[in-house]
């Protein structure tokens, strides 16, 4: 069987793939990207129909490219999102080879490098970067059985209020575990569709979408939180609710209250049809409200520092009264008897590297790198959460990430390229 051969093999064309290629090719490193779907696939589908950036057009791209046909404050839509990536791979002439999945990859024996197993044949590579994403298994905690009778889906299998079960005598209604950005938008498309709404919280954060006239995703940038290079203490566990669903809004759990949606503490159980949760959701509102207030304060504290002129915004500190589902709160739930005939959970993802034949992950499946620099010398990793930085797996970060391990592989191409300039000299000592 013939094998090819290329210097540096990227395995997955997401954002990160093509953030790759653009400074592998920058640098001059021959390069091939395998991707086993289409470029950027997870954005076209494993996201429901409506979904829009959560950050604005001007910020959530690469600084070589602008959103074509999109207002620069307004948030794309998946499909642009996508097509961005297949635009921006077309402008770099990235060699991207679609429809190729890597099955393994494994070390060379007896010499530096990688053999990688693909659905269409085996590759030999110097250097392999793996760009397979910070999302990729589905998680769903084995809390209900599946023969509750009920759909349950993950939030990469949600699409839009029709697919579900109808509203009938049976119920229709919808009970989304999971209060991060994916859950919180996904119950607000669903309770605007109306249907009955009930969303399970956990502890979150839930920024300002905008402050005094500048969205968040500047406020992170001015005030350094785009490159913290570890979580703030505490709040590793803690998702992110932020949308910019229907122009950007904060999301406040309150006022999806208001609007008729039940908030439950987080879930904890469910036995003989009936789930339990935590007495934890006013303690995790109240944690929002914290993390919200918090970005205000900074905030005024820049502009004050700075002196800038940025319109005062106090409404931006009125809080809704906790809604009677937060004073009282329900701690176990009859699906039936309510009428809950689907569940979402938008419980979040885990990594996959079983096709990686090295011992390099840690006890949580995580591998073992530094700044994306694993322990194999020759593998690398871009994408994932926090691998330098926080914006390390979102589009603006990934490219800067990119450009740190091109140049690390740029310099190791360096020493090998080296010969002594008069090797008959050292030879005669
Ligand atoms: C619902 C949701 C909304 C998000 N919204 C935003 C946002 O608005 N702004 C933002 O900055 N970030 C956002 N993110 C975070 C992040 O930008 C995305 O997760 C993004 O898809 C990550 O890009 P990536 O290239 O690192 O990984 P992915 O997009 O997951 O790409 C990895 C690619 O690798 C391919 N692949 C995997 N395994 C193999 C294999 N063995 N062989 C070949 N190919 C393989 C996959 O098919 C995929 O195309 C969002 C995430 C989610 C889940």
Not at 145 to 150: K, M, N, R, V
Request: hydrophobic share 40%; with cysteine; proline share 7%.
């Amino acid at each position: 069987m013939s094998v090819e051969r290329v210097d540096t093999l990227v395995i997955g064309a997401g954002q990160a793939g093509v953030a790759m290629s653009e400074h592998l090719g920058k640098s001059g490193v021959p390069h091939l990207v395998l991707e086993r779907a289409r470029i950027a696939e997870r954005w076209r589908s494993w996201r429901w129909d409506s979904l829009v950036a959560n950050g604005p057009a001007w910020h959530d791209r690469f600084p070589g490219m602008t959103f074509r046909g999109i207002d620069p404050d307004a948030f794309a839509g998946k499909e642009s999102v996508a097509d961005y990536f297949v635009d921006y791979a077309e402008m770099i002439g990235a060699p991207i080879r679609c429809g190729v999945e890597v099955t393994s990859v494994a070390a060379l024996n007896g010499r530096p490098g990688f053999r990688a197993e693909t659905s269409s044949g085996v590759i030999e590579a110097e250097r392999v970067v793996v760009a397979t994403g910070p999302f990729q298994r589905p998680i769903i905690p084995p809390l209900v059985p599946e023969t509750a009778g009920l759909l349950q889906i993950h939030s990469t299998g949600y699409r839009n209020p029709d697919q579900l079960p109808p509203v009938d005598s049976n119920g229709g209604a919808v009970l989304v575990v999971g209060a991060g950005s994916s859950g919180a938008q996904i119950a607000d498309e669903l309770l605007r569709a109306g249907r009955r709404v009930f969303i399970s919280v956990g502890p979150h954060g839930r920024p300002p979408r905008a402050y005094r006239g500048r969205d968040y995703c500047w406020w992170l940038g001015v005030l350094g939180k785009w490159d913290l290079t570890t979580p703030p203490a505490g709040a590793e566990h803690v998702t992110i609710a932020v949308s910019g669903a229907y122009g950007g809004n904060t999301v406040d759990f309150r006022r999806l209250a208001a609007h008729g949606m039940t908030l439950v503490g987080r879930a904890e159980s469910c036995k003989d049809g009936v789930m339990r949760f935590a007495p934890d959701l006013a303690a995790n509102i109240a944690q929002g409200d914290r993390d919200y207030l918090a970005v205000l304060d900074e905030a005024d504290a820049y502009v004050t520092r700075n002196g800038l002129d940025l319109p005062p915004e106090p409404e931006a500190r009125e809080i809704l009264a906790d809604p009677p589902c937060v004073t009282d709160p329900i701690l176990a739930l009859n699906l039936k008897e309510q009428g809950i005939t689907t569940i979402i959970w938008a419980t979040g993802f885990a990594l996959d590297y079983s096709w990686l034949k090295f011992d390099l992950l840690d006890g949580q499946g995580k591998p073992r790198h530094s700044r994306g620099i694993s322990e194999v010398p020759g593998l690398y990793f871009v994408g994932l959460p926090w691998l330098s930085r926080r914006g390390s797996s979102f589009i603006y970060g990934v490219w800067h990430d990119a450009r740190f391990i091109a140049d690390q592989i740029a310099i190791q191409r360096g020493y090998l390229a080296y010969r002594p300039s008069a090797p008959d000299k050292a030879a005669a000592k």
